[in-house]
T-cell receptor
Framework: DTEVTQTPKHLVMGMTNKKSLKCEQH?????MYWYKQKAKKPPELMFV???????INESVPSRFSPECPNSSLLNLHLHALQPEDSALYLC?????????????FGDGTRLSIL | KNEVEQSPQNLTAQEGEFITINCSYS?????LHWLQQHPGGGIVSLFM?????KKHGRLIATINIQEKHSSLHITASHPRDSAVYIC???????????WGAGTKLIIKP
């Protein structure tokens, strides 16, 4: 069982829909990450939250909107996505982004855009 | 040239064989990570190294900072070890990870 919980596990949505991906951890980690992973490729960093503040946005299109309501929760709001946005979306957390600590990953949300 | 290179890309072996996966990098790093990803998605962090060698069960990871090279070894391999193994490095200068392309390992019974 993973200590980082992502919901839903699978999501199919149309290009005009609005949906949200959720991520939760209760390890007291203060850094949380969103990654996008296409098939047979390594994960690509999208966003980093450090102490509940957005610290890195890797030039992600505005149709992806992250939110960190508190230190345990991380959301990714989706709107007007494109078929090429279909991918596995992974959430991760670590103790502190400035320290050399492993990242703990969730099982991901597999997103399909029709 | 990618900053993190893994070899081989694909590896198929028989159960019980000793497995070695290699990772070379070209940037200054503060740490190197080995991670495992099973089909279906979840990623598990296996090791984080900044020097020397670490062992956990049948897995051994080594790093040579001078040569900018790391290896992941699996002893007495088992079909449940079948997965993609990914090397990722954390730069000196910031805390982002640079990911290798991964090695797909299949262990046949």
């Amino acid at each position: 069982d993973t200590e980082v919980t992502q919901t839903p596990k699978h999501l199919v949505m149309g290009m005009t829909n609005k949906k949200s991906l959720k991520c939760e951890q209760h390890m007291g980690h203060r850094a949380m990450y969103w990654y996008k992973q296409k098939a047979k490729k390594p994960p690509e960093l999208m966003f980093v939250y450090s102490y509940e503040k957005l610290s890195i946005n890797e030039s992600v299109p505005s149709r992806f909107s992250p939110e960190c309501p508190n230190s345990s929760l991380l959301n990714l709001h989706l709107h007007a996505l494109q078929p090429e946005d279909s991918a596995l979306y992974l959430c991760a957390s670590s103790h502190d982004p400035s320290l050399n600590q492993p990242q703990h990953f969730g099982d991901g949300t597999r997103l399909s855009i029709l | 040239k990618n900053e993190v290179e893994q070899s081989p890309q694909n590896l198929t072996a028989q159960e019980g064989e000793f497995i070695t996966i290699n990772c070379s990098y070209s940037v200054g790093i503060s740490a190197l990570h080995w991670l495992q990803q099973h089909p279906g998605g979840g990623i598990v962090s296996l090791f984080m190294l900044s020097s020397g060698k670490k062992k956990h069960g049948r897995l051994i990871a080594t790093i040579n900072i001078q040569e900018k090279h790391s290896s992941l070894h699996i002893t007495a391999s088992h079909p449940r070890d079948s997965a993609v193994y990914i090397c990722a490095v954390r730069r000196d200068s910031n805390y982002q990870l640079i990911w290798g392309a991964g090695t797909k390992l299949i262990i046949k019974p």
